[in-house]
């Protein structure tokens, strides 16, 4: 087996839902980091094998397989083929797994992976009436932005709470008061707000032609734990899980370039030295990625004492700090340096290829290290890879 390296990672800034990128369709949305990523690595796009892009919706412009849809669009030629994968909000960490697979076994010499979504363009839908012209009785309308939707009932009901509710029972089980959630929140601003002002993202955005984003969209300069501290809880009366502690809905798309060593003609920014996935029941979700960085930092045989660098998606700030709490070796001040989902967003199919994207080209700024990249999962799952260079 060859290795799989990152050689180019490129995103959109992320932007809020209703705002700036909600008039583009999500296959343009992939159409322009698809093609960023060609162009700006000076690649033949006839030498990718497959474009393998996450997707967590697909329900509207996003359906009838995004990635192949994404690839005409950006240009790539007809012999590109391409697939669209779908693991929830780890969607474009699945890609970029799939596609180092791929490389690893010899079934491809370059693979395009990433991710999009529009949570701004998510339709809502209806179930089919059971006959043409129903009479009587009403339909349910679902929107299909984010959360569970027709679910099926022989799953226990303990099990179908919303995930603002798992995140609640994650912080009240864990202990995890509101005020370090909003501290962990202000401090995800704080940090990506500076990192942006610091040209740190500048090598790693691309804008969106006719929409374009000085920065990520949701960033709040001006937040604080005492403006956090005011707001009220969302899925409790008495809860601590409010919207300035969790992540906000957004729009965006991500791109990762992986291949075998020598294939692109370029310097890889990392290699990739493990992957591991873990479930947990579904109504404690937001902890599945401890286990699942646990288990991949064994296979690629690092400790956490080791680790320099941990891009973990912050769905939640509950989440995030049970996390960082079921690391204990781990310091956490390594933890999202340059801020994370809590001010940067987390548009669901494009964060993996984000936060991989990141540790990449952190790796490559620091001229070497070891990166964790862990990503929580709706209905119970975690998803962690493992970057060395």
């Not at 990433?114 to 009785?137: N, Q």
């Not at 801020?339 to 990449?360: F, K, M, Q, T, V």
Request: proline share 5%; aromatic share 4%.
């Amino acid at each position: 087996m060859t290795a799989s390296f990152i050689y180019d990672a490129v995103r959109t800034p992320f932007g809020r839902a209703g705002g700036v990128l909600s008039g583009v369709r999500p296959d343009d949305l992939a159409a322009v980091v698809m093609r960023s990523i060609v162009e700006r690595t000076g690649l033949d796009p006839a030498r990718i094998d497959d474009v393998i892009f996450g997707d967590a919706n697909q329900a509207g412009e996003d359906n009838r397989n995004v990635a192949r849809m994404g690839a005409l669009l950006a240009g790539l030629p007809t012999t590109v083929t391409g697939v669209t994968v779908n693991r929830l909000c780890a969607s474009s960490v699945e890609a970029v797994i799939q596609g180092s697979r791929a490389v690893e076994a010899g079934d491809a010499d370059i693979v395009l992976a990433g991710g999009v979504e529009s949570m701004s363009r998510a339709p809502f839908v209806v179930e089919k009436a059971a006959r043409a012209w129903p009479s009587a009785g009403n339909q349910t309308l679902w929107n299909t932005s984010i959360g569970w939707r027709m679910v099926n009932p022989k799953l226990p009901t303990a099990w179908t709470i919303s995930n603002g509710q798992s995140a609640e029972k994650i912080a009240r089980e864990w202990g995890i008061s509101r005020q370090s959630q909003d501290e962990f929140a202000a401090r995800s601003h704080r940090l990506a707000a500076q990192a942006w002002a610091d040209g740190v993202y500048d090598a790693e955005t691309v804008q969106v032609p006719g929409a374009e984003l000085t920065r990520d969209e949701s960033i709040r300069d001006d937040t604080s734990v005492a403006v956090l501290a005011g707001l009220t809880p969302l899925f409790a009366d008495d809860g601590s899980v409010t919207a300035g502690n969790s992540s906000p809905l957004n729009d965006g798309a991500s791109a990762v370039l992986v291949g075998g060593e020598g294939a692109v003609d370029a310097e890889p920014l990392a290699r990739i030295a493990a992957r591991a996935a873990h479930g947990v029941d579904p109504d404690v979700f937001p902890i599945a990625p401890i286990e699942a960085a646990n288990k991949a930092l064994a296979r690629a045989g690092y400790t956490w004492a080791e680790v320099d660098v941990v891009e973990l998606n912050e769905a939640f700030a509950s989440q995030a700090l049970a996390c960082v709490r079921g690391w204990p070796d781990l310091d956490p001040e390594r933890v999202d340096i340059h801020g994370g989902a809590l001010a940067i967003g987390h548009p669901l199919g494009a964060s993996g290829g984000r936060i991989i994207g990141h540790a990449a080209h952190e790796l490559a700024r620091r001229g070497s290290g070891i990166a964790v990249v862990a990503i929580c999962i709706g209905v119970g799952q975690g998803l962690a890879v493992v970057l060395e260079r």
